[in-house]
T-cell receptor, first 114, second 113 residues
Framework: KNQVEQSPQSLIILEGKNCTLQ??????????LRWYKQDTGRGPVSLTI?????NTKSNGRYTATLDADTKQSSLHITASQLSDSASYIC?????????????FGSGTRLSIRP | EAQVTQNPRYLITVTGKKLTVTCSQN?????MSWYRQDPGLGLRQIYY???????DKGDVPEGYKVSRKEKRNFPLILESPSPNQTSLYFC????????????FGSGTRLTVV
């Protein structure tokens, strides 16, 4: 069964600290993986996209990693800011023949405290 | 500004009263989709459309209808809403070849009493 599991479910850290969010997936065949940020009351916004051959990709203070062998991805946030408080959703896309399927994780809720 | 616009943002309705949630995008995207988001379950796809007049069921289509008569609009119709359809709904769109680089709307919070 295609699944995307994220951990932790929620996380509280102090402003300025670093944190890492985890995403494990059992999706096959793998096409690509995205991390989305969802602010409270808003729609998700794409942070990064990673294909099979990519190990690391950065977007400002956000760095995503992908290990396609172990089917794990992480999102590392450096020098956190209050505006980083949001839910972070891992999304994996699988593609068979001409059909694609998108599987969403249930997200990690991150709270940054001053 | 490139965006996906949903209306209304908030809606409280009674069981059985037909309603429509509108979705419009101004980016000429081929692909549009509706999701519902419930606590602990993540986003689940209701219906999607690859282009005008082409729609398909997602993972949780029961109780919903959609139409795609124009490229920019993709309304979600609840013919007879029930309390289990109380949820947060998102419309999203993307270019066909963008690997689902979705642009999401701001969401519609629906309560069915």
């Amino acid at each position: 069964k295609n699944q995307v599991e994220q951990s932790p479910q929620s996380l509280i850290i102090l402003e300025g600290k670093n944190c890492t969010l985890q995403c494990n997936y059992t999706v096959s065949p793998f096409s690509n993986l995205r991390w989305y940020k969802q602010d409270t009351g808003r729609g998700p916004v794409s942070l990064t996209i990673m294909t099979f051959s990519e190990n690391t990709k950065s977007n400002g203070r956000y760095t995503a990693t992908l290990d396609a062998d172990t089917k794990q991805s992480s999102l590392h946030i450096t020098a956190s800011q209050l505006s980083d408080s949001a839910s972070y959703i891992c999304v994996v896309i699988t593609r068979q023949s001409s059909a694609s399927k998108i599987i969403f994780g249930s997200g990690t809720r991150l709270s940054i405290r001053p | 500004e490139a965006q996906v616009t949903q209306n209304p943002r908030y809606l409280i309705t009674v069981t059985g009263k037909k309603l429509t949630v509108t979705c419009s995008q101004n980016m000429n995207h081929e692909y549009m989709s509706w999701y519902r988001q419930d606590p602990g379950l993540g986003l689940r796809q209701i219906y999607y459309s690859m282009n005008v007049e082409v729609t398909d069921k997602g993972d949780v289509p029961e109780g919903y209808k959609v139409s795609r008569k124009e490229k920019r609009n993709f309304p979600l119709i609840l013919e007879s809403p029930s309390p289990n359809q109380t949820s947060l709904y998102f419309c999203a769109s993307s270019y066909k070849g963008s690997n689902y680089g979705y642009t999401f709307g701001s969401g519609t919070r629906l309560t069915v009493v």
